[in-house]
């Protein structure tokens, strides 16, 4: 017999693809960490641990573990692009401010997001939103 633990509380996973980032942003470990770590301390997360991987000559994968889950990136700084992941459990709000965050921080020109719900009754993951945005600024 399986048993599957139900009592939890829902989670939020977003999902999404920056595109024509800020390339010095992209690079190092020392540029990308920060914009991590700013983005978990701004949307009130808990740490347990974070690990990062300089590639050679450029790009970074990073992940900071989470009470509430995880937040990773991977960066191709010679394509202007990274792929960003947030997963917590509890209020959205966290999820979706430590996005926030790392789109101001990485300034994309087009945002590729898919926000899922997990851990909801019936164990099903449902997607809720999926959106590509095409982000102009006024000069």
């Given at each position: 017999?399986?048993?599957i633990n139900t009592n939890f509380h829902k989670g939020i996973h977003i999902l999404a693809d920056l595109w024509e980032c800020n390339p010095e942003k992209l690079s190092f470990i020392e540029e990308v960490k920060p914009v991590l770590k700013k983005a978990v301390f701004e949307s009130k997360l808990t740490v347990l641990k974070d690990y990062f991987f300089q590639f050679n000559p450029v790009g970074v994968t990073g992940v900071y573990v989470l009470s509430q889950s995880h937040i990773s990136i991977h960066t191709w700084p010679e394509k202007n692009f990274a792929s960003i992941d947030v997963f917590t459990c509890g209020p959205p709000e966290n999820a979706l401010k430590a996005f926030e965050v790392l789109c101001r921080e990485l300034e994309p020109k087009i945002i590729e997001k898919k926000m899922l719900e997990r851990m909801n009754?019936?164990?099903?993951?449902?997607s809720f939103e999926t959106e590509k945005v095409l982000i102009t600024k006024i000069k």
């Open positions: 017999m399986t048993v009754e019936g164990n099903k993951i449902n």
